[in-house]
């Protein structure tokens, strides 16, 4: 399992930077990038009440709204700016409406692999009854376009929710 | 993408992956992601430093820096959903008394005890059923009566009835998406149950309960559904020790989570998401309504003949048995033997062997005289509506009357029994679906005569 992972993580960043970029090196960049997974779980309070946690992604069943929380940290001497992150929905899974969300951050969807992003409003697809905005289970990626320089040491969040398909 | 050629064979599982992470696979919205299914979440970064670009970084669970390859996708495997419905509501006519015929297709209504119910597997996993069916509980007011000796069985050959193919008793594996008739059959009281006898319209709550468990009942040969064992029962699984926001929790394992909703209704209880789904089907009594009535007249006495006769030493009473089905009633009563009706004679009474017709004069109102019509050989049946006492309308056929289980063929002997063989007087035909049958609307009657001691 470990292992097959471990391939999937490699084909996917070489996939992905490959597209931006004809060649790298494995250097220390300047930004840390944490990704978790997680589920909203009802529990019992040390009071006794019911609250709802977020908690690690344990019970996922098909009809599970997932929270993905992508954090990313300065960890360089300089500040960083044009700070994107692209993060495709995950496969088997749908893309809850509205439910980006980033601090000081442009989001745009793509519903074409990638290739192209826009506001959910300038996402069109053709139907027989014409062009109609694109449902948001057709989103395959999200960006934030963080419009901000981070400073050495500072952090930022982004997030959205998908629903197990 | 030269890399691809000096990896391991599994970089073509890599591109597929990667065509999937970006959307480029479709599925069906309909099927849901099946169990086991790892999901992998990964975010890649692209900034710039002093207006330089630099090399992307990938996200990783717990935090990663180091441009190029070094992200890992957080990743959980999607959980067994437990999810499944039992559908049932139908109401079948049944009649007291009535067994379950096992390997029977239900040719017609009130032909067998079969009621239908549909389990779906509604869940991402396949899934086996442990299947109990019994009276349904807690008992509604509507559910007067309870049958007993429950069989259940699966729609073995999948052809949506119940027929001698469909001896799986339990379900093996039922794929999700797919669905899967159950049956049960079972044995109807008699009407002659405490407090109060069955009816037409009392009705019995059945309750089928599914439970869900593994794979490993064995299938009955030719089905890829039915079993002949059950597996073994399911247990959620318990929350992850320390399950809280960053970590110990169980997200590289399968975990059992059970999805299914409540039951709750007519003569059902069953909470959500204990693993058990239950519906009811309904029997409802549909069976004939006999009455019996017994009616007296004087024919004839010694003193005044056929006018005005008295109930006196001498006369010559009539008696006539009726045995009707009324109207309304929901199916024919079958009177064929060994169905019997029997009746005591008073011993102040000597039976009528010839049964006298009552019209001669007064002076041979006597069994024993010659002048006294013979109809019947001491008996007569009918089957039209003769006011009490008034002469039937039909003969009895031959053959239609025994004594001591032989034919009659002459005047019976007192002290024999004297048998009514309704077989022969209502024969198949037309309507008449089984010999013996007393529609629903139709009724007969016997007469015979006794003297007066």
């Known amino acids: 399992m470990q292992m097959s992972r471990m391939f999937v993580s490699v084909g996917l960043v070489a996939l992905l930077a490959g597209m931006s970029l004809p060649s790298f090196a494995a250097t220390n960049g300047s930004i840390k990038v944490a990704s978790i997974a997680q589920i909203e779980k009802e529990v019992v309070g040390a009071d006794g009440k019911k609250h709802i946690a977020l908690v690690p992604a344990d019970k996922a069943v098909p009809g599970t709204a997932v929270l993905f929380t992508n954090t990313f940290e300065n960890i360089g001497s300089k500040a960083a700016g044009n700070i994107a992150i692209n993060n495709p929905i995950p496969a088997n899974t749908e893309y809850q409406a509205g439910s980006a969300y980033g601090a000081d951050s442009e989001i745009t969807f793509s519903i074409d692999g990638g290739k192209t992003f826009a506001a959910p409003e300038n996402l069109k697809v053709k139907t027989a009854q014409g062009e109609q905005m694109a449902k948001p289970s057709a989103y395959t990626h999200i960006r934030w376009s963080y419009q901000k320089q981070l400073a050495p040491g500072a952090t930022g969040e982004v997030g959205f929710r998908a629903v197990i398909k | ?453």
């Open chain 2, 1 to 453: 993408m030269k890399w691809l050629k000096s990896k391991s064979p599994s970089k073509l599982a890599t591109l597929m992956v990667s065509a999937a992470v970006l959307g480029l696979a479709s599925q069906s919205a309909a099927a849901l992601t099946a169990s086991g299914t790892a999901i992998n979440n990964t975010a890649s970064l692209t900034y710039s430093v002093g207006g330089s670009t630099q090399t992307p970084i990938a996200s990783a669970p717990g935090g990663n820096s180091i441009a190029g390859t070094a992200g890992a996708p957080t990743s959980f495997l999607v959980d067994k959903k437990v999810d499944f419905t039992v559908t049932g509501g139908a109401i079948v006519n049944v009649q007291p008394n009535q067994a379950g015929v096992v390997g029977t297709t239900p040719i017609a209504a009130n032909s067998n005890t079969v009621l239908t119910y549909t389990i779906s597997n509604i869940g991402n996993d396949p899934q086996g059923f442990i299947l109990t069916a019994g009276n349904a509980s807690p008992v509604d007011p509507t559910d007067v009566f309870d049958p007993t000796l429950f069989q259940t069985f699966v729609d073995t050959n999948n052809n949506g009835v119940y027929d001698a193919a469909d001896t799986g008793t339990s379900i093996a594996t039922l794929a999700p998406g797919a669905s899967v008739k159950v049956f049960i059959l079972s044995t109807i009281p008699a009407n002659s149950i405490v407090p109060a006898p069955l009816v037409n319209g009392n009705q019995a709550l059945v309750t089928l309960t599914a439970q869900a468990a593994d794979t490993t009942g064995t299938l009955v040969g030719g089905s890829t559904v039915a079993g002949s064992t059950n597996g073994v029962a399911l247990a959620a699984t318990a929350a992850a020790a320390g399950s809280n926001a960053t970590g110990g929790a169980n997200v590289s394992t399968v975990d059992i989570v059970f999805a299914e909703v409540a039951n709750a209704g007519l003569g059902l209880a069953n909470p959500a998401n204990n693993g058990i789904a239950a519906a009811n089907d309904t029997y409802n009594i549909q069976t004939a309504m006999l009455t019996v009535t017994k009616l007296s007249s004087v024919v004839c006495d010694p003193v005044t003949g056929n006018v005005a006769p008295n109930n006196i030493p001498g006369a010559a009473i009539q008696w006539a048995i009726t045995i009707s089905n009324a109207a309304g009633a929901g199916a024919p009563a079958n009177l064929a033997l060994p169905t019997a009706i029997s009746d005591i004679l008073d011993v102040n009474t000597t039976f009528d062997p010839n049964k006298v017709t009552g019209a001669a004069v007064a002076p041979f109102c006597l069994g024993t005289t010659a002048f006294n019509a013979i109809n019947g050989l001491g008996f007569t049946l009918g089957t039209a509506a003769p006011a009490p006492g008034a002469a039937p309308a039909t003969a009895a056929p031959a053959g239609a009357l025994l004594l001591n289980g032989a034919a009659v063929t002459a005047a019976p002997a007192a002290g024999g029994t004297v048998t009514v063989d309704f077989a022969t007087l209502l024969p198949a035909g037309g309507a008449r679906v089984t010999a013996g049958d007393l529609n629903p609307g139709e009724f007969i009657t016997v007469y015979f005569n006794v003297f007066v001691n």
